[in-house]
């Protein structure tokens, strides 16, 4: 039997917070996101305060939407005899896997008061149509 020494054992538990930073620090600058739907359409909408529709870069490819864009704001205050400023910077990226019945061709987006709404209708689908597959000979 091969025992184990005890320093190897304290190593990964020394490490642990510094390999989830990265996430942590991804989920913070990522942001905030609410998804809904109704018999129409589907919505998400996501909070971006400060940010500028020419800001913000939104795409489908291979039924993902993708919301990207750059966040910078700036808040100073000052006082007689205090001073304080406060910055926020850095990118973020989102993405949701669309339905199956979303129409990817008919999207629509709107930015108002810091939160942005994407529409997605559902494709209708005709009840009882049947589309018939033609067979070839071999």
Do not use: C
Request: hydrophobic content about 35%.
């Amino acid at each position: 039997m091969v025992e184990k020494n005890p320093i190897s054992t304290l190593w990964p538990s020394l490490y642990d917070p510094l390999r989830q930073f990265g996430t942590r620090l991804a989920e913070f600058l990522s942001p905030a996101a609410d998804a809904s739907s109704d018999d129409d359409a589907y919505r998400i909408t996501l909070e971006l305060p400060g940010v500028t529709e020419d800001d913000i870069h939104l795409g489908v490819k291979d039924g993902v939407l993708t919301v990207k864009g750059e966040k910078s704001s700036e808040r100073s205050e000052q006082g007689d005899t205090w001073y304080f400023t406060e910055r926020q910077y850095g990118s973020f990226s989102r993405a949701f896997r669309l339905p199956v019945d979303a129409d990817e061709g008919a999207i629509k987006a709107d930015l108002r008061d810091g939160v942005l709404t994407v529409t997605l209708p559902r494709r209708s689908e005709q009840a009882g149509t049947e589309t018939r597959i033609p067979i070839s000979r071999g």
